[in-house]
């Protein structure tokens, strides 16, 4: 079921959430939007929902200190849609191959008290919004989420 967009998911929204989850954290936080940068129609709820467990688990992933890079931009389709992308890059520790091939999955968890449901509710959020996530990981050098949606 699609969800009806109820406003627009924005930098300022996704900047004000990083700051305060990575707050005293000792991590570095970098937002970077592209200037002009289009609007994403969206249930603002649900895009704070999804956003924050990317931005919790890169928190808990790099401990008492690293830098998480969140950029944001345009970008087209090969049909010629536009959408907007969002990269959420951490200095973590990286995932191996077998943890990205189960990350989105339901009571998955590399955590001893996660329930395993933060990234699955994620994946779920941005298909509704008709979105789709990327990941980028390897031990030893950060993972990067990217987050494409279809602009407004």
């Given amino acids: 079921a699609r969800i009806e967009a109820s406003g627009y998911f924005t930098c300022a929204l996704l900047e004000s959430y990083a700051s305060l989850v990575t707050s005293g954290s000792g991590i570095e936080l970098s937002v970077t939007p592209q200037k002009n940068l289009w609007t ?90 008709d979105g789709r996530i990327e990941l980028e990981s390897s031990p030893g050098s950060g993972t990067t989420f990217t987050v494409i949606l279809p602009a407004g």
């Avoid at 389709?77 to 951490?90: F, P």
């Fill in 40 to 129: 994403v129609l969206a249930d603002e709820g649900r895009m704070v929902q999804a956003f924050s467990n990317f931005i919790v688990n890169a928190r808990e992933a790099m401990g008492s200190g690293g830098r998480l890079d969140i950029r944001l931009w345009n970008g087209m389709t090969r049909d010629g849609d536009r959408q907007v992308l969002v990269s959420i890059g951490d200095t973590g520790p990286g995932m191996p191959p077998e943890v990205q091939a189960s990350v989105f999955d339901p009571y998955f968890s590399t955590k001893s008290r996660g329930s395993g449901l933060g990234l699955a509710v994620t994946a779920s959020i941005i298909k509704q919004h």
